[in-house]
Nanobody, 125 residues
């Protein structure tokens, strides 16, 4: 059974940091790319980061570049999202999902599958 489980969200103030984790199981994790998405109330789900493996490459949305860092530990079947200098506009439910690649449309949901339940990130001003 393919499954991903997100954790690490919480309530922080503007300028603070959080580190999210996504633990995967039920598939060959090291073969696949992993994406991070977020969805704020009343808005569409948007891709914010993607990471490949063998070789490892990373991609970021303009809204989070230079603040967020994605990484993975294939020995632990886990992908991380380090979020620094958080802003109120980062408030959303954060999800991870599985893809074969980080393609040209990696910021869209269509190329991803096996979404987790999400973890809430709230940034107060």
């Amino acid at each position: 059974q393919v499954q991903v489980v997100e954790s690490g969200g919480g309530l922080v103030q503007t300028g603070e940091s959080l580190k999210l984790s996504c633990v995967a199981s039920g598939f060959s994790f090291h073969i696949y790319a992993m994406g991070w998405f977020r969805q704020a109330p009343g808005k569409e789900r948007e891709g914010i980061s993607c990471i490949t493996s063998n070789p490892e490459s990373t991609y970021y949305a303009d809204s989070v570049k230079d603040r967020f860092t994605v990484s993975r530990d294939n020995s632990k079947n886990t992908v991380y999202l380090q979020m620094n200098n958080l802003k109120p506009e980062d408030t959303a439910v954060y999800y991870c999902a599985i893809s074969l690649i980080c393609g040209s449309t990696w910021q869209q949901t269509g190329g991803f599958t096996s979404w987790g339940q999400g973890t809430q990130v709230t940034v107060s001003s």
